[in-house]
Each structure stands twice: as structure tokens, then as C-alpha cells.
């Protein structure tokens, strides 16, 4: 919109330094400032996504009965509608194909019950989901330890709190302990033979690549990989490794705006 300035007025009495000062702030302010403070200019404003674009899952009863139940994982809401829409999306899509579910990084179980949340027909079928984490709450050092004080208020307290998180489903493997190793272990006893959706969420990309290059042979054509944190500010070095890994299959990962990011096979 362009700034007519009336003569007389203040603003026309201004030293033409300060003028200048004035009304490029004011072009800022109009431009940028005004319609981010906005909500009606953003009705969809949340874990640094902003859109005016169509968000009508956000009154899917499907999903507002998963994100809800996703919810009662943490006691309050996060704000993650985008990443739950995405992950129950992933899970819906790959429910068909042959294959069980995987997560690399459960934490306290916040994706994987929206998920299941949103799958009637999960416990009349017979897919299998296995759930990897050390289900501690300790912060995860450079070295992929976990034995500082400081902790993550999205990881488990315990084993126990999580499996009683999922007490409402079957088929539900919970396999404590650190990666790659654990995930090893499954596969040389041929106990998942193939992978239709994957979950990676372990915030060390280092281990993160080590995992795909086991899982990638048994996902499911067509199958998917949902990557939590792949463009998220702050975890660039999981952008490059991720980004290195795709390469390597000859495939590209799409970014979300929410910050994740998705691999079909």
C-alpha cells in the first residue's frame, strides 16, 4: 500500500532524515508486523508453521479424536497438530502395504498413540508395531550417552509409564535399549521381516543413519519414512546426513513446513 503524506502535515514537517527512518518502519510494520500479529491473517499459527492456506483436518473427527489422544501422552498440548496430521497421514497410507511399524525414538509415545488412535481396524489386523528407545528422560550428549542430569520433558520417565501409555492396543513391542544395536538384534532373529511405515525421532542423526541403512532393505515398496526433525531449526546436521542417505538410495526426502521430513521407497 503506498504512503501518501499530506501536505501540512506532521509527518511532512519531519527533518527528511528522520523521515526516511519513520516511514520505512512504517513500511515494515505494514508489510510484515501487522499481519503476522494478525490471527485472522494466520488462522493455522502453531510449532512454527504459519498458513492461510485450507487446514480442515484440524475438524476431521478422525483427527481430533487422535491428536487428542495423543495429547494425554504429555498432560497438555504441545501445539504439533501439523506433525500429528502428517504422521497419521504416513500411518494410513502404508496400513495396507506388508509390513509392521517402526519408531526409532519413542519418547513418551505422543506420535505413535495418535497413530493408533486413528487406525480402527489395528488390533483386528495383524500388524505389528516395535517401539526402540532407552526410555529415559536424560538429555542425549554429542556422544549418544545419556548419563547427564539434565532432562528432556518429551522423553519416558520409564518403561513402564510408556507400556501403560499403549496398554489399549496389540501387538505392541517395546525394545529397550540403545540403537543401532537393539534394532540388530530383531533383525538377525528375522523377527520383522518388513517395514511398511518407519518413524525416525532419535535427535542423534548419527545413529539415525546407521538404523536407515539396516531398515531401507526390508521397507515395503511404497512404504514410508517419516523423519521428525530433518529440517528443523537447530538439527542441521540431521538435514545433511538424512539428505546423504536419500542420495545414496537415489531418492529425495520432501520438507514439510512443520519441519519434518518424508521418503517413499
Same mark, same amino acid.
Given at each position: 500500500m503506498?504512503?501518501?503524506?499530506?501536505?501540512?502535515s506532521?509527518?511532512?514537517?519531519?527533518?527528511p532524515?528522520?523521515?526516511?527512518?519513520?516511514?520505512?518502519?512504517?513500511?515494515?510494520?505494514?508489510? %510484515?508486523?501487522?499481519?503476522?500479529?494478525?490471527?485472522?491473517?494466520y488462522?493455522? %499459527? %502453531?510449532d512454527?508453521?504459519?498458513?492461510?492456506?485450507?487446514?480442515?483436518?484440524?475438524?476431521?473427527?478422525?483427527?481430533l *479424536?487422535?491428536?487428542?489422544?495423543?495429547?494425554?501422552?504429555?498432560?497438555?498440548?504441545?501445539?504439533?497438530?501439523?506433525?500429528?496430521?502428517?504422521?497419521?497421514?504416513?500411518?494410513?497410507?502404508?496400513?495396507?502395504?506388508?509390513?509392521?511399524?517402526?519408531?526409532?525414538?519413542?519418547?513418551?509415545?505422543?506420535?505413535?498413540t @495418535?497413530?493408533?488412535?486413528?487406525?480402527?481396524?489395528?488390533?483386528?489386523?495383524?500388524?505389528?508395531?516395535?517401539?526402540?528407545?532407552?526410555?529415559?528422560?536424560?538429555?542425549?550428549?554429542?556422544?549418544?550417552?545419556?548419563?547427564?542430569?539434565? *532432562? @528432556?520433558?518429551?522423553?519416558?520417565?520409564?518403561?513402564?509409564?510408556?507400556? *501403560?501409555?499403549?496398554?489399549?492396543?496389540?501387538?505392541?513391542?517395546?525394545i529397550?535399549?540403545?540403537?543401532?544395536?537393539?534394532?540388530?538384534?530383531?533383525?538377525?532373529?528375522k523377527?520383522?521381516?518388513?517395514i511398511?511405515?518407519?518413524h525416525?525421532?532419535?535427535?542423534?542423526?548419527?545413529?539415525?543413519?546407521? @538404523?536407515?541403512?539396516?531398515?531401507?532393505?526390508?521397507?515395503?515398496?511404497?512404504?514410508?519414512?517419516?523423519?521428525?526433525?530433518?529440517? %528443523?531449526?537447530?538439527?542441521?546436521?540431521?538435514?545433511?546426513?538424512?539428505?546423504n542417505?536419500?542420495?545414496?538410495?537415489?531418492?529425495?526426502?520432501?520438507?514439510?513446513?512443520?519441519?519434518?521430513?518424508?521418503?517413499?521407497?
Open positions: 503506498k504512503t501518501i503524506i499530506i501536505k501540512g506532521k509527518i511532512d514537517k519531519m527533518n532524515f528522520y523521515k526516511k527512518i519513520y516511514l520505512f518502519f512504517r513500511y515494515i510494520f505494514n508489510k %510484515y508486523i501487522k499481519n503476522i500479529s494478525n490471527p485472522k491473517y488462522p493455522y %499459527y %502453531y512454527g508453521l504459519a498458513t492461510r492456506h485450507n487446514c480442515s483436518f484440524l475438524n476431521n473427527e478422525n483427527f *479424536k487422535s491428536y487428542n489422544r495423543g495429547k494425554k501422552t504429555h498432560g497438555l498440548d504441545y501445539e504439533m497438530p501439523f506433525r500429528a496430521h502428517q504422521s497419521i497421514w504416513c500411518a494410513n497410507n502404508t496400513f495396507e502395504l506388508e509390513g509392521d511399524f517402526v519408531e526409532f525414538g519413542t519418547g513418551k509415545g505422543f506420535t505413535m @495418535c497413530v493408533l488412535e486413528s487406525l480402527e481396524k489395528w488390533n483386528v489386523s495383524d500388524k505389528k508395531m516395535w517401539l526402540f528407545d532407552t526410555f529415559k528422560p536424560e538429555v542425549v550428549d554429542q556422544e549418544g550417552n545419556q548419563d547427564g542430569e539434565k *532432562k @528432556c520433558k518429551f522423553y519416558a520417565e520409564n518403561l513402564d509409564s510408556v507400556k *501403560k501409555n499403549f496398554a489399549g492396543w496389540q501387538n505392541i513391542n517395546f529397550e535399549g540403545k540403537l543401532p544395536g537393539t534394532f540388530k538384534k530383531i533383525l538377525e532373529k523377527e520383522i521381516k518388513n511398511s511405515f518407519l525416525v525421532d532419535l535427535n542423534y542423526p548419527t545413529v539415525e543413519f546407521e @538404523c536407515l541403512e539396516y531398515a531401507w532393505p526390508i521397507l515395503s515398496k511404497g512404504g514410508v519414512i517419516l523423519f521428525d526433525d530433518y529440517a %528443523y531449526s537447530g538439527y542441521e546436521k540431521s538435514y545433511k546426513l538424512m539428505n542417505f536419500a542420495k545414496k538410495v537415489n531418492k529425495l526426502i520432501l520438507t514439510t513446513p512443520s519441519g519434518q521430513g518424508i521418503l517413499i521407497k
